[in-house]
């Protein structure tokens, strides 16, 4: 179930409170290596760099986390980001599944979705700087 | 002649320790692996205790302090009374 994998965020990481959704991108940046020597008309892509990001959307109708956020996309500092399935009274205890992976990030998109009669969101994403452990 | 030293009395280890409701406990280890085997005796010992996971327990690395030193991986968890 989706809403048993979450993402934890911090120094000492907690699974984001209130959150709604979580987006994990792990992504390779392919290049076309084939030559004039390639003997056929296909390209030949390797890997030439790797990245990834945590996507978290989450309920704030007071925006209490706001101003943190903004404090800390300020900042350019990294903090821990990952991922792990959850369980517990509020969902909030790692179950630590060999799936689950962190790393430093940083925070690089912050948007706040406010529509009339409806809750505020806000939408963070911490973009990966280094590898997954 | 050497004076006659009373011999140390063992250190506290972790294993004996009481788990206090509310307050954070760490764990630490070379692996992943390490940690979540920690992490499942530790959670064992709070239940024995009475005690259950509020939350926490992610495993996540911990630098070193230079480019030879390869870090650590740590996980922190705070239990509370069932």
Known sequence: ?133 | MEKNEKPKAPEAVNEQETIKPGVPVKVEGETRAEVADKIKEMRSRAAEQGLTDKEGGFIHHVKGKDIDDPGIFAAEMIFIKK
């Open chain 1, 1 to 133: 179930m989706g809403q048993n994998f979450r993402a934890f965020v911090g120094s000492t990481p907690a699974a984001v409170a209130e959150a709604t959704n979580c987006q994990v991108t792990i992504s390779g940046n392919m290049e076309d290596s084939s030559t004039k020597d390639s003997e056929s008309s296909w390209t030949e892509e390797q890997m030439v760099s790797k990245q990834w990001s945590v996507s978290v959307d989450n309920v704030d109708s007071t925006l209490a986390s706001l101003r943190a956020l903004i404090t800390q996309f300020n900042s350019d500092e990294k903090t821990t980001v990952g991922w792990d399935r959850t369980s517990g009274a509020q969902n909030r205890v790692a179950q630590n599944e060999n799936f689950a992976r962190s790393g430093d990030a940083i925070l690089n998109d912050i948007s706040i979705q406010a529509n009339n009669r409806s809750t505020i969101t806000i939408t963070c994403q911490y973009q990966g700087s280094g590898a997954l452990s």
